[in-house]
């Protein structure tokens, strides 16, 4: 069943994406008028290579994200190196303290980088689904063990499994459906299983929890087996490619040129080989500005006293 949260998080499929290259452009500009500034600069201090990270939010995410990583290569000409991230914090840390060029994060993360110092710019929003706008779902799953469990008022007082406190579709949103459906989690009941496929198969055991939620990549492999029961899913604005306002103009122009409205063939073209993940998942980023994320902002106002990542 899906279900639309009255803060709006579900329009955010419907969104246009219209501001698109000239906003980010504009964003860019601004950051660029003077002395050193107006050169750029980059994370390793060396002009031919680019630090790129992605949320480790799934088992092996840096080797998925590869191709990625080389077709930024071909863009630029330069060398792309990984960010070896332990967690989602260590990715917002490394963007506030510029120790990141480029980055795959969530909607989530882009907020509190943000609030972190972060001077991030949004690139495009990944594409989940053939043709589609940017945009993916929070899915409420339970063990089919669980009969009395129909909705989300259901999870009261039981032990729920969210992915980690900075996760967009693990947590955040999630956390703000079920305020709106009345029920406050204790601290005690909230288990993480810091990764979106572990989390899924951590409800599909039953051991910890027989309530949670996950990407819909991640749990409707496990609906469709019988492992898991959908309860309801919610539109998610989608994951951001960001870049760091301090780098060249020129470096910047490539990325969103080649980047922003792309498609899974623009990676192909360019002599970059997808592999399953990407082939499955990931079919393109679709250009959105700085106002796109709004709708996280919004709704971190009125889950702040339940998501302390929305305080910092």
Not at 11 to 20: E, K, P, R, S, V
Not at 27 to 48: I, N, Q, V
Not at 188 to 212: I, P, S, Y
Not at 248 to 272: F, H, I, K, Y
């Amino acid at each position: 069943m899906q279900s639309t949260l009255k803060r709006g998080l579900a329009i955010a499929a419907g969104l246009t994406l219209a501001f698109g290259l000239s906003a980010c452009a504009a964003d860019t500009a601004d950051s660029t008028t003077d002395g050193a500034a107006a050169e750029g600069t980059f994370a390793s201090g060396d002009s031919d290579t680019l630090v790129f990270a992605v949320l480790p939010d799934h088992e092996g995410a840096d080797q998925d994200a590869q191709p990625i990583a080389d077709w930024i290569a071909e863009i630029t000409g330069k060398n792309v190196e990984f960010f070896q991230a332990t967690d989602y914090t260590a990715v917002v840390q490394g963007l506030a303290a510029d120790q990141i060029d480029i980055a795959q994060i969530s909607a989530f993360t882009y907020y509190q980088s943000q609030n972190a110092g972060a001077d991030i710019v949004p690139i495009g929003a990944q594409i989940t689904q053939e043709g589609a706008e940017p945009g993916y779902f929070s899915v409420a799953v339970k063990n089919p063990a669980a009969t009395d469990v129909t909705s989300l008022e259901d999870f009261a007082d039981r032990p729920v499994c969210f992915v980690n406190p900075t996760s967009t579709s693990g947590f955040a949103v999630p956390m703000g459906g079920l305020l709106e459906a009345g029920v406050t989690v204790s601290e005690d009941n909230r288990f993480f299983g810091e990764e979106h496929d572990l989390n899924a198969k951590k409800v599909a055991e039953g051991t910890d929890c027989q309530v949670g939620f996950a990407q819909d990549i991640d749990a409707d492999p496990l609906i469709e087996s019988g492992e898991l029961e959908e309860v309801q899913r919610v539109q998610v604005p989608a994951a951001p490619i960001v870049m760091q306002a301090a780098l060249p103009q020129d470096v910047q122009d490539q990325l969103v040129e080649a980047l922003a409205d792309s498609t899974q063939s623009d990676l192909t073209d360019a002599g970059v080989e997808l592999n399953e993940f990407l082939t499955d998942g990931w079919f393109g980023f679709g250009a959105v500005d700085d106002a796109y994320y709004d709708l996280i902002r919004t709704l971190c106002t009125e889950i702040a006293d339940e998501v302390e990542a929305c305080r910092a």
